[in-house]
């Protein structure tokens, strides 16, 4: 296998992109990634793009062939990928295959989704698409409720606090708020955070994630192939991939998701590292409990400290391991087929030393993007080149 | 209407007797395509529960409704419903079938 560097990266902003279509923030975002990575377009030998709902909210498929045809990419195979919420991230693991095994030099990979111009009970509804529907669905679960139970049983275990919980999303939201991509950064207090509407208890509204649209996209080249590349090309250690169980009741714990556990198992072996080397993360803060679980699934905090450590400020910037300076999900935004790319987009910056909330001397970061009620997963390990 | 009277239906396998939630098309435990119907006591645990407050369309007409995970005392766990959104209780709490509305289990506290 060929070693694997990220050179070109692109993105829009997340958030609310009126007037827009699919089409239109994907070549954005792919378009700028293409005009940065020091490889002609002839180079691109695949395309994989990560899309999760446009089929229900836009009545849109075959994105990947649409996309590559308004970039005037050759007669390349373009794919799309899905695995709800971790679209993205699998796109990504897609195209550092066809270049590691030396099927092509450069693939492209873009994220993208559209969910603004819909309603609340049609996003929910076609988020429920990554639900085990011949279970869970008919039960009227949501998204939102599996990490109400969640909660629960954190709570139950390990004394989790809503006040705790809430240093999660005051942290990610003040994150946001530096952030240019980012769709809701805000000051927040406990108090605000106490008195928000209940969603699904004991989750209420700022313990969820934004409904956005937005697209990322990145050039990954083969390692001896980067020589052009106009900014730090990154290289790639790790891009793992698992499976979880379709259904909550088949989680033998519901407050940690095997999916998570294994990912991360798996790229901390191939990469040769641990946690402790991990420099900083961008993980799947769809809810806060969600950051709380993946944290502690990821090794990068102590099992059931995954409240407590935000609460003591060790996961902000500048502290034992900074999670999330990006705003995650919750403030920057959760464009769900786009949010894995956006999460490798943000880790480049930050090895690149150039992000807005920059994390001091970071060599090493971690993506990880969650799907489901946690049956996909992918992680990634990327690192600075001189590190 | 309580039509399983106090059974929740699962599947079992004809096979090597392993019970499933379900729904399912072959046995999770021997692979063998030998899962039938079958009833187990509607009696359990109370895992975790939540009361939905914003339902996605299709449950909207229903408004807040609280979704539990029970573990059976048969030793399936199932994804239903509490009786009442105020209905919940400690975890652990012991809790038995009320009903099963379209086809899913109804629980409450014991
Ligand atoms: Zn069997």
Redesign the interface.
């Known amino acids: 296998m060929r070693d694997v560097a990220i050179t070109g990266i692109g993105s829009t902003l997340f958030g609310k992109h009126e007037g827009r279509g699919l089409e239109s923030l994907a070549v954005e975002a792919a378009n700028t990634a293409l005009r940065n990575a020091g490889v002609s377009r002839k180079e691109i030998g695949a395309l994989y793009l990560g899309n999760f709902i446009a089929g229900p909210l836009s009545g849109q498929e075959v994105l990947a062939g649409i996309v590559a045809d308004e970039l005037g990419l050759e007669n390349i195979p373009c794919t799309k990928v899905e695995g709800a919420c971790a679209s993205g991230g699998i796109a990504f693991r897609h195209a550092v295959l066809a270049v590691s095994s030396g099927m092509c030099d450069a693939a492209l990979v873009v994220g993208v989704e559209k969910m603004t111009h819909a309603?609340?009970?049609?996003v929910?509804?076609a988020l429920?698409c990554a639900m085990d529907n011949?279970?869970?669905g008919?039960?009227?679960?949501?998204f939102?409720?599996l990490f109400?139970?969640?909660w629960?049983?954190h709570a139950?275990k390990y004394g989790t606090t809503r006040d705790e919980v809430s240093s999660v999303v005051i942290k990610n939201k003040a994150n946001g708020l530096k952030n240019p991509l980012a769709q809701l950064g805000a000051e927040l207090t406990f108090d605000v955070i106490r008195q928000s509407?209940?969603?699904?208890?004991?989750?209420q509204l700022y313990d969820c994630c934004p409904v956005s649209d937005g697209a990322a996209a990145i050039v990954v080249v083969a390692k001896d192939r980067v020589k052009d590349a106009p900014d730090l090309p990154i290289d790639v250690l790790a891009s793992v991939q698992t499976r979880g169980s379709p259904?909550?009741?088949?989680h033998r714990d519901?407050v940690s998701f095997d999916a998570t556990v294994k990912a991360a198992e798996f790229a901390y072996r191939a990469a040769g590292l641990a946690a402790k080397d991990i420099d900083f993360v961008e993980l799947h803060d769809c809810f806060s409990m969600a950051e709380i679980i993946d944290s502690e699934d990821l090794g990068l905090v102590p099992r059931g400290m995954g409240a407590k450590w935000a609460a003591e400020g060790r996961t902000r910037v500048g502290g034992d391991i900074p999670i999330n300076p990006s705003g995650g999900l919750l403030a920057k935004g959760h464009p769900v087929g786009a949010t894995g790319v956006g999460q490798l987009y943000e880790a480049v910056l930050q090895l690149r030393g150039l992000h807005a909330n920059q994390v001091k001397d970071a060599g090493i970061g971690m993506t990880h993007n969650l799907g489901g009620s946690g049956i996909a997963c992918t992680v990634s390990i990327l690192k600075r080149p001189d590190v | 209407m309580p039509a399983s009277a106090g059974f929740v239906e699962v599947l079992k396998c004809s096979a090597c007797g392993a019970l499933d939630a379900g729904p399912r098309e072959i046995c999770p435990v021997c692979h063998a395509p030998a899962l039938q119907p079958g009833k187990v006591p509607g009696a359990g645990s109370l895992l975790s529960w939540t009361v939905i407050r914003r339902p996605p369309a299709a449950f909207r007409a229903e408004g807040s409704y609280a979704v539990a995970v029970i573990e059976l005392d048969a030793g399936v766990k199932v994804t239903g419903r509490l009786d009442s959104p105020d209905a919940g209780g400690q975890l652990g709490a012991r809790v038995v079938l009320a009903e099963s509305k379209n086809g899913v289990p109804v629980f409450r506290l014991a």
């Open positions: 309603s609340g009970g049609q929910t509804q429920n011949r279970s869970d008919p039960s009227g679960l949501t939102p409720g109400g139970l969640a629960r049983i139950a509407q209940p969603i699904a208890d004991p989750i259904r909550i009741a088949g519901i």
